[in-house]
C-alpha cells in the first residue's frame, strides 16, 4: 500500500503554487541588486513575495526580513539580547536563550518580563498553543503561521520567526518579522542587502516559492482546511484512546495546533514506534526533526513535568490538508496491533 506521510510539523510537501513560482523564477537571470531591467525583474520578484507573506502573516507595516529559516531568524533576532525562555522552546531559540521561566503540566510558560522573553506561539512537539502576552522581545511562529489564525499585528511583539517549509513553501527560507522601528544588527554583513539587516545575494527562487506557499496557506485558512483536520486528528486520538488506555495524550485537555498529536505510552521507546511504523508505511517522528537521531527523553516533556520513561515514549503524529480519514484509521489500526505485540512481549 501507498506510504502515508504523517510528519508535517517536520517538514510539509511543495505547494503546486509555489513549486510554479520557484521554476518561474529560474527563468529570471538577474542580481536583485543590480539596476538594470534583469535585475528589476529579480527585484520585483523578490518584493511581490515580501507583500505575500506580510499579507498572510498579517504584517502590514512591518519588515520582511528573508534569511535562510527560522534557525537563522531565531539567531538574528536573539543572539547577544540576554533574553529568558522556557525549556519547551525549539532548539533555534533554546540556543540563545536562558530557559528558566516555568512550564506547567498543561505546557503553558509564565512569563516575567515580556520585553525580556522569548516564547513560542506553539510546540512543535505536543502542539500545544500558548496564552501569548502582549509585549513579548521574540515570539516563533514556525509552526502555528499557516495552521492558526495569527498576525503579527495582533501579536505585539517586537519580532517573529517564521518558516516556508512548514506551510508547503522550499526548505532553505524564512523571515524575521521585525517591528517598523526595532534595532536590530545585523550579523551576516557585506552589501546591505534586506534593509541592511542580512547581506547576501538573496535566495531569489526561495523566496518567490515562500510567498506563493504563504499566500496559499492563508486561502486555506481561510477555507476552513483546518477545521477538517483537526476533526481527523480527534478522530485519530479516539480510535487510539480506545484501544490503548495506558496511553497519555500530551496537551489534549487545551489548544493545540489542529494537525497534532502527542501520544506518551510509558514504557514503549518512541525511537521504536517510529521505526516499526516507517517499516508499516507510516511517517512520524518522536519529536523535533532538528533533534533526530537523538536517542534522548523530549526536553519538551521533560520540561513539562514528565517522568524521563513516558519522555522517552513520546511520538509525535501530525496531519496535513491531503491526509484523509482512510490515512488515520490505517495508521490507528496498525499502531494499535504493534503496541499489542508489544505489550505481549512485555507481559
Not at 496531519?319 to 512481549?345: C, I
Amino acid at each position: 500500500m501507498a506510504r502515508v506521510y504523517l510528519d508535517h510539523n517536520a517538514t510539509t510537501p511543495l505547494r503546486p503554487e509555489a513549486r510554479d513560482a520557484m521554476i518561474a523564477a529560474m527563468d529570471v537571470a538577474g542580481n536583485p541588486s543590480s539596476v538594470h531591467a534583469e535585475g528589476r525583474a529579480a527585484k520585483g520578484l523578490i518584493e511581490r513575495a515580501r507583500a505575500q507573506v506580510a499579507a498572510a502573516f498579517g504584517a502590514d507595516g512591518a519588515d520582511i526580513v528573508f534569511v535562510s529559516g527560522a534557525t537563522e531568524a531565531a539567531a538574528l533576532a536573539c543572539a547577544g539580547r540576554g533574553l529568558f525562555g522556557a525549556g519547551i522552546e525549539h532548539d533555534a531559540v533554546r540556543a540563545w536563550i536562558d530557559p528558566v521561566l516555568a512550564v506547567d503540566e498543561a505546557g503553558q510558560v509564565t512569563v516575567t518580563d515580556p520585553a525580556r522573553t522569548a516564547l513560542q506561539l506553539a510546540n512543535s512537539e505536543t502542539g500545544i498553543v500558548q496564552d501569548l502576552p502582549q509585549g513579548l522581545a521574540v515570539v516563533d511562529a514556525t509552526q502555528g503561521f499557516g495552521k492558526l489564525p495569527v498576525a503579527f499585528n495582533w501579536l505585539g511583539c517586537e519580532m517573529a520567526l517564521i518558516s516556508a517549509h512548514k506551510l508547503g513553501g522550499p526548505k532553505g527560507i524564512g523571515a524575521l518579522v521585525v517591528k517598523r522601528g526595532t534595532d536590530l544588527a545585523a550579523q551576516i554583513k557585506g552589501g546591505g542587502q534586506e534593509m541592511g539587516r542580512r547581506s547576501g545575494t538573496e535566495n531569489v527562487i526561495g523566496i518567490a516559492g515562500f510567498g506563493a506557499a504563504a499566500e496559499a496557506a492563508a486561502r486555506d485558512l481561510d477555507a476552513g482546511v483546518w477545521d477538517r483536520v483537526e476533526k481527523l486528528r480527534n478522530i485519530l486520538d479516539s480510535a487510539i484512546e480506545a484501544g490503548a488506555k495506558e496511553t497519555i495524550f500530551v496537551g489534549k485537555e487545551g489548544r493545540r495546533l489542529p494537525n497534532t498529536t502527542c501520544l506518551a505510552t510509558p514504557g514503549w521507546k518512541g525511537e521504536t514506534q517510529v521505526m516499526q511504523m516507517d517499516l508499516a508505511g507510516f511517517a512520524i517522528s518522536a519529536g523535533s526533526a532538528c533533534s533526530s537521531g537523538k536517542v534522548k527523553a523530549s526536553a519538551v516533556l521533560t520540561a513539562m513535568g514528565f517522568d524521563t520513561v513516558t519522555a522517552s515514549s513520546a511520538i509525535r503524529v501530525s496531519l496535513g490538508p491531503k491526509t484523509t480519514e482512510d490515512d488515520v484509521m490505517r495508521f490507528a489500526e496498525t499502531w494499535l496491533t504493534k503496541w499489542e505485540k508489544h505489550r505481549a512481549r512485555a507481559a
